[in-house]
């Protein structure tokens, strides 16, 4: 199986990437990041961390001209320059949790995921109850995803029989001040303006913060997460450089 990243300005927007990285480590695969557009010291991280696991990195354009599909567009092209059995789209901002591994350890398929927001919910005004969806994350050569969105989401719709929940992702976006700040921009420009702006986006956000609506084991990786108002990537690379030299990995 190899594991897709589609990667744009991912420190600067203050993603939890290594955090992501470290989570699936224990499936033993080889990444392919996507380069797509960035100006910050994203992929020099990345070429750190192949230190750790084998990690493939190819160049493509980031297209803000198409709205809120460009990382689905990004996430396709990853998907069809992978030959292997199975592909696992894993966002920057995803923990995988033990029990996802364990399952695609003991019998790797295609498969879907619930997904867990840090805080509060996929609309961030606690009108939609708690955002806990499910999305499909691992896909076989054969099943192709499509451009819709950031979900990749697959054609003719998603079902659990071609792609059973086997276990849990949890969901980093909107959770640290600083990733607030520059992401909400961000997103809302490139969503065209079809998103909150980003005063709603932080107004929302500490609505969450009163609200959280985090339920269940939290991932050794990202525990020092929990109690951080910004998000620290030099505190998350000392931790991992830590582990890792613990481990001997």
């Known amino acids: 199986m190899t594991i897709v990243v589609v990667a744009h300005n991912l420190v600067s927007l203050c993603y939890p990437f290594i955090e992501s990285f470290y989570s699936a480590l224990p499936l033993g695969c080889n990444f392919l990041v996507g380069n797509y557009g960035c100006t910050d010291s994203t992929m020099d991280v990345f070429k750190t961390l192949s230190n750790y696991a084998p990690i493939a990195m190819v160049n493509g354009r980031w297209q803000p001209e198409t709205g809120g599909t460009a990382i689905g567009i990004?996430?396709?092209e990853l998907l069809s320059q992978?030959?292997?059995p199975l592909v696992l789209n894993l966002q920057a901002c995803e923990i995988l949790c033990e029990d996802g591994i364990q399952s695609l350890l003991a019998n790797p398929q295609p498969a879907s995921?619930?997904?867990r927001h840090f805080w509060g919910n996929f609309y961030f005004d606690g009108s939609q109850g708690y955002?806990?969806?499910e999305a499909p994350r691992v896909y076989s050569n054969q099943q192709k995803g499509l451009d819709q969105g950031d979900g990749c989401w697959p054609p003719g719709g998603f079902n659990h029989v071609l792609w059973p929940i086997v276990g849990t992702l949890h969901r980093y976006s909107y959770c640290f001040d600083n990733q607030v700040a520059m992401k909400a921009a961000n997103h809302y420009k490139l969503y065209l303006n079809n998103a909150q702006t980003?005063?709603?986006r932080k107004n929302a956000t500490e609505w969450c913060k009163?609200?959280?609506?985090?339920h269940g084991p939290h991932p050794e990786?990202?525990?020092h997460l929990k109690d951080q108002a910004n998000y620290d990537i030099m505190r998350s690379?000392?931790?991992l450089s830590k582990t890792m030299e613990f481990y001997k990995l």
């Open 237 to 239: 690379w000392d931790i």
């Open 74 to 76: 990004a996430t396709q």
């Open 210 to 214: 009163q609200h959280p609506n985090y």
């Open 113 to 115: 995921f619930r997904t």
């Open 221 to 223: 990786c990202v525990a």
């Open 131 to 133: 955002g806990y969806g």
């Open 82 to 84: 992978c030959t292997t």
């Open 198 to 200: 980003p005063e709603q």
